[in-house]
């Protein structure tokens, strides 16, 4: 079974509120997307994977579009979680991509427990991602995470970072952000961090 054989796993959620507090389980062996534009669109949304009992399966990527230019609160309070698991073969991903205000507030963004699946968030605009929590240090880890600061201020404010073990965990761009809270976790010391751009 080839890869373009397998339709996706996707939920839109295109109005204000439209899929506040809904549930939303993504198979294993599809590519999962969640589209989420409008004020609160995805607020309290909950996206994880149906666990399957073989041990061994080959994830699809994962991508999530949270809010648009003007929105507010996309995805505030919603807890995106990525594949559960063994079984990456290196080709899979997991994108979460910010716009509009506040979208990423008070959200948990998990990594994929499975080994190697990079994170990446791009947070797209001012205050975008700020009070977001993101967590790579799940699992088995070892995948790297970036996350890119694109607005102009506060895209990034006051994240609660935990880095992925034994990998790669970077945070850049021109945002200029003023933070009050920002809380960096690095298992494996501050050797782990590259905030240098």
Excluded at 86 to 114: C, H, K, P, W
């Amino acid at each position: 079974w080839e890869r373009y054989n397998v339709p996706s796993c996707t939920l839109l959620c295109v109005d204000d509120g439209v899929c506040r507090d809904t549930v939303f389980h993504c198979e294993q062996e599809k590519e999962c997307n969640v589209v989420c534009a409008g004020d609160a669109a995805c607020e309290g949304l909950t996206v994880d994977y149906i666990e399957r009992s073989v041990s061994q399966y080959f994830f699809y990527s994962m991508n999530v579009v949270c809010g648009r230019d003007g929105d507010d609160g996309a995805c505030r309070s919603a807890n995106i979680s990525g594949a559960p698991g063994l079984g990456s073969n290196g080709l899979q991903t997991m994108n979460v991509y910010v716009f509009g205000r506040n979208s990423l507030e008070d959200a948990n963004i998990n990594a994929s427990a499975v080994y190697g699946i990079p994170l990446t968030i791009q947070c797209n605009f001012n205050q975008s991602c700020q009070g977001g929590i993101i967590n790579a240090a799940v699992g088995y880890g070892h995948a790297d995470l970036r996350i890119q600061c694109n607005g102009e201020y506060d895209a990034c404010a006051d994240l609660s970072v935990y880095c992925p073990q034994r990998a790669l965990c970077e945070i850049a761009g021109d945002s200029v952000d003023r933070h009050r809270s920002l809380n960096l976790f690095c298992v494996d010391g501050w050797d782990s961090i590259d905030v240098s751009q």
